[in-house]
């Protein structure tokens, strides 16, 4: 007897799950969800063309969906027949540090505390020309140092950017 009231209790369950994501999928294609979206929303434009668009939202209309891109290069449309999907992205990853500063930066660094080391070994020493060595391979290991930080932050900025919700799903 138990056994079947859980079976129907189990049953039940699983049809209102259905009913309400069939609920739920119904409203997905109704493009008043995107207009109705926040200015400065992050979202994700799936295009139909291929791609995607990652933004800030700034406007819809019938026709176009108008975005500025993350990556802040400027303002991005998508028409809306072009329009695959619209999520909205629950984390934004702040702008990313200039690379070859980066690089710059690491290889004076470095270099400087090369010819330092170097020249403070040709002085206890008495030796010539340890700091020029010192130099370059501090420059090298502070260049590929700065390297390894970019990459470590790009990853960490790649794996913050989640999707969150779709808004908008074309059939």
Not at 51 to 73: E, H, K, Y
Not at 78 to 107: E, N, Q
């Amino acid at each position: 007897m138990r056994r079947r009231i859980t079976v129907m209790v189990a049953i039940v369950m699983l049809t209102i799950a259905g009913v309400a994501k069939d609920a739920d999928a119904g409203q997905r294609d109704d493009w008043g969800n995107v207009e109705r979206l926040k200015a400065g929303t992050a979202v994700r434009i799936s295009l139909k063309s291929g791609g995607w668009i990652d933004g800030n939202f700034t406007g819809a209309d019938d026709a176009l969906l108008q975005v500025n891109l993350l990556d802040g290069s400027g303002a991005g449309n998508a028409p809306r027949d072009d329009v695959k999907s619209v999520t909205l992205l629950y984390a934004i990853p702040p702008p990313g540090p200039d690379i070859h500063k980066w690089l710059l930066v690491g290889a004076a660094t470095g270099a400087v505390a090369g010819a330092a080391i170097g020249g403070s070994r040709d002085v206890t020493h008495g030796s010539d020309y340890h700091w020029a060595e010192g130099a370059l391979a501090g420059g090298l290991l502070g260049m590929m140092g700065s390297a390894a930080v970019q990459i470590g932050v790009t990853v960490v900025r790649g794996a913050r950017f989640r999707a969150k919700k779709v808004v908008y799903a074309a059939r």
